[in-house]
C-alpha cells in the first residue's frame, strides 16, 4: 500500500469494510471463551444475544479481561472483531492494558483469516497507524511503540508499520518517533515495556528497525527539519522535562 493511499481519517470506511466481510460469522450460541468467575454472566449472555453494534467498551472490556483459553475458538472471535476494531478506532478502553487489546485475535489459530479478512485488519492497522501518528494529543501508555506491540501481539505484520513510519513526512509522526524513542527504547536500547519482555521477535524487529544507519540517518534528517523545529519549542513538558531535551537526546543517539 502507498503513503498516498494511507488516509488516517479513512479509518471508518475500513470498518465499514470489515462488517462487511467478517459478516458471514454468527453470534455464539453457547457460552463464550471467557470465565464466569471473571466475566459478569449478564455481559457475557447480551454479547451473545444482543445486536453486535450494540456491544459497548464494558462488554469488551470484561470479555477481554476474563481468564481464557490459550488457542481462541475462531469464528467467536471473528464475529466479534468488526465491532472490538470500532471500539479501539474510536478511542475506547477495551482491557486494561492497550498492549493486549487484540491479544485475542493472536490467540487465534495460524491461518485463520482469509484473503479478503486479512486485507482488511492490515487496511485497519495501517490506517489506525498513520491515525496515531499525525495525532497531536497522546494518553500516557499510548506511545507509538505500545500501538505496535499491541499490534504484534494480534498477529499483525509490522514492516509496513515500520515504514509508513519511516517514511512518513508528518512532522507530528516525529514527535511521536522522539517520545516513544527517548521514554522506551534509547535509554538501554531496548524496548522497555513489560508487555514486550517474553516477545523476542518483537524486541528484534524493533531494535533492528532503530538501529539500522539508514534509519537513523533518515530521523536525524526528520529532526532538523524546519516544520519539525517549529513544533518543538511549542510541545509541553515530557514526564517533567523540557521536551527539547528529549529532543536532543535522541539526535545525540542517532548520530553518535
Not at 122 to 146: C, K, M, V, W
Amino acid at each position: 500500500m502507498s503513503l498516498a493511499a494511507i488516509d488516517p481519517q479513512s479509518v471508518d470506511a475500513v470498518i465499514a469494510d470489515a462488517y462487511k466481510v467478517f459478516g458471514r460469522y454468527r453470534a455464539p450460541t453457547v457460552q463464550l471463551d471467557a470465565c464466569l468467575c471473571c466475566m459478569c454472566p449478564t455481559l457475557e449472555e447480551q454479547m451473545r444475544k444482543l445486536p453486535l453494534r450494540r456491544l459497548t467498551r464494558e462488554h469488551f472490556y470484561e470479555y477481554n479481561t476474563a481468564a481464557k483459553g490459550e488457542v481462541q475458538p475462531v469464528w467467536e472471535v471473528l464475529y466479534f472483531l468488526p465491532r472490538l476494531l470500532e471500539l479501539i478506532a474510536h478511542g475506547e478502553d477495551v482491557h486494561h492494558s492497550t498492549e493486549l487489546y487484540l491479544d485475542r485475535v493472536g490467540r487465534c489459530p495460524p491461518q485463520t483469516f482469509n484473503e479478503a479478512e486479512r486485507e482488511v485488519l492490515n487496511r485497519f492497522a495501517i490506517n489506525y497507524f498513520a491515525g496515531h501518528l499525525a495525532s497531536r494529543d497522546q494518553r500516557p501508555l499510548e506511545d507509538a511503540l505500545t500501538v505496535l506491540l499491541m499490534f504484534h501481539i494480534g498477529g499483525f505484520d509490522l514492516p509496513p508499520l515500520l515504514d509508513y513510519w519511516l517514511h512518513c513526512q508528518d512532522p507530528w509522526s516525529t514527535v511521536h518517533y522522539v517520545e516513544a524513542g527517548y521514554w522506551h527504547f534509547w535509554e538501554d536500547r531496548e524496548v522497555t515495556n513489560a508487555f514486550a519482555q517474553d516477545r523476542i521477535e518483537f524486541r528484534q524487529s524493533i531494535r533492528q528497525w532503530m538501529l539500522a544507519p539508514a534509519h537513523r540517518n533518515i530521523f536525524a534528517d526528520k529532526l532538523m527539519r524546519p516544520d519539525f523545529l517549529n513544533l518543538v519549542e511549542n510541545q509541553p513538558d515530557s514526564g517533567r522535562m523540557p521536551f527539547k531535551l528529549l529532543v536532543d537526546a535522541v539526535f545525540d543517539n542517532l548520530i553518535e
